[in-house]
């Protein structure tokens, strides 16, 4: 049921995705001007499907990121990386406390795999946002949603992979709690990404 569940929830983001694309590309690819670099992060964050906690992440940076759609997506992608490394620094933690029976600590395991391949696809999309240039855009951007979608999948893969294992109920709690977040925030990142991408097509 959670594969499911899962199914359906990644099927409503990527719908989420191509509606607020489309929503840009009918307004000419372009909001509103903003009059401060604030306004700029909430209206950015008002694309994104959890709002609130983007504001809350990237407002800290408004003098950093300004007005820039590649730079909001840089950050995000940043704190989304850190955080992850977070949660997968935790949950080994939680492994190795001897709190988890064979079968929950097996699949710990199999959910630490999964983060840190999600490591490193932020890595590898944050590595293609620092080399992106007006002659290879495209096949840049690209490179970018793969890795940001693949992350999404192996977070979410880790969740999965936890549900129905026999493991206390604080364990349980702090895993879905870290993973929620960190899906959040990758999920965030993306519709900032996809943002970036529709603003500097038809900007």
């Known amino acids: 049921m959670a594969t499911t569940f899962f199914n359906y929830s990644l099927q409503f983001l990527v719908l989420f995705l191509s509606l607020n694309s489309l929503i ?95 490591v490193e696809e932020l890595r590898r999309s944050i590595s293609e946002m620092d080399k992106i240039k007006s002659s290879n855009f495209q096949k840049r951007i690209s490179d970018v949603r793969l890795w940001v979608g693949a992350a999404l999948t192996d977070e979410s893969t880790c969740t999965d992979g936890m549900e129905g294992e026999n493991i206390t109920s604080d364990a349980r709690t702090s895993v879905r709690s870290q993973i929620l977040t960190i899906s959040h925030l990758t999920s965030n990142a993306l519709a900032l990404v996809e943002d970036y991408a529709s603003l500097s097509r038809h900007g």
């Open 24 to 118: 840009n590309v009918s307004l000419g690819g372009r909001q509103i001007e903003p009059t401060s670099n604030a306004e700029f992060i909430k209206k950015s964050c008002s694309s994104t499907t959890y709002p609130d906690l983007c504001c809350e992440t990237m407002l800290s940076q408004a003098s950093t990121i300004k007005t820039s759609p590649q730079l909001i997506a840089h950050a995000a992608l940043n704190v989304t990386l850190s955080d992850v490394k977070s949660a997968t620094e935790s949950l080994a933690k939680l492994s190795n406390s001897n709190r988890l029976p064979p079968r929950g600590a097996k699949a710990m395991q199999g959910c630490l795999n999964e983060l840190s391949d999600s």
